[in-house]
Nanobody
Framework: QVQLVQSGGGLVQAGGSLRLSCVAS????????MGWFRQAPGKEREFVAS????????YYADSVKGRFTISSYNANNTVYLHMNSLKPEDTAVYYC???????????????WGQGTQVTVSS
């Protein structure tokens, strides 16, 4: 069975950094694009970043461009989200996901991690 297990997250002050990890099992890692999404209370799940099957091309939401970096390491079936210059508005539950394309729509991703809380204080 496919599983995406996340780690990292926590409480940081504004301006700080944090790195999230997502380890996939039960699937051929290079056959899937990977994405990161986030959801704040009362809001819809929104796209954050994604990376193609090759791990070469990356895509970012305008709100995080220049601050967040997505990367992958196929040998360990792991995708990372490195977050710098964090802002209070980045506070949300962050989810990793696997899908056929490095798309921005949650419905286009087939498998999801359990979610990790990221809280940024002011």
């Amino acid at each position: 069975q496919v599983q995406l297990v996340q780690s990292g997250g926590g409480l940081v002050q504004a301006g700080g950094s944090l790195r999230l990890s997502c380890v996939a099992s039960g699937l051929t890692f290079f056959s899937y694009a990977m994405g990161w999404f986030r959801q704040a209370p009362g809001k819809e799940r929104e796209f954050v970043a994604s990376i193609t099957r090759s791990g070469i091309r990356t895509y970012y939401a305008d709100s995080v461009k220049g601050r967040f970096t997505i990367s992958s390491y196929n040998a360990n079936n792991t995708v990372y989200l490195h977050m710098n210059s964090l802002k209070p508005e980045d506070t949300a539950v962050y989810y990793c996901a696997a899908g056929a394309f490095a798309d921005t729509l949650p419905k286009d991703y087939k498998y999801w991690g359990q979610g990790t809380q990221v809280t940024v204080s002011s």
